[in-house]
Nanobody, 116 residues
Framework: QEQLVESGGGLVQPGGSLRLSCAAS????????VNWYRQVPGKEREWVGG???????KYADSVKGRFTISRDNAKNTAYLQMNSLQSDDTAVYLC??????????WGQGTQVTVSS
């Protein structure tokens, strides 16, 4: 069964850190690249950043310098390291993996809440 599962979310104080995971199973290969998005109710889904097949990473301006995306090919798992978290980072975080003509695979998301 193909599946993407995000984990690692939770409640963190402003200035804190969290590391999210995106674990792939089945035919989904993170070697195709991984994108992270976040969703806040009432707002459009926002692209956070991505790691491409060649390992290059890119980030939205809002998280550049604070967030880092990495990938463990052996574990077929990607990570989103989030530092210096702010209240504006509160959202459901989702990962997305391209699958060509079948369309991207999405996980169910993990909630991140930044609050004192």
């Amino acid at each position: 069964q193909e599946q993407l599962v995000e984990s690692g979310g939770g409640l963190v104080q402003p200035g804190g850190s969290l590391r999210l995971s995106c674990a792939a199973s089945g035919r989904i290969s993170l070697l195709n690249g991984v994108n992270w998005y976040r969703q806040v109710p009432g707002k459009e889904r926002e692209w956070v950043g991505g790691i491409y097949p060649n390992g290059v990473t890119k980030y939205a301006d809002s998280v550049k310098g604070r967030f880092t995306i990495s990938r463990d090919n052996a574990k077929n798992t990607a990570y989103l390291q989030m530092n210096s978290l702010q209240s504006d980072d509160t959202a459901v975080y989702l990962c997305n993996v391209p699958r060509g003509w079948r369309g991207p695979a999405w996980g169910q998301g993990t909630q991140v809440t930044v609050s004192s």
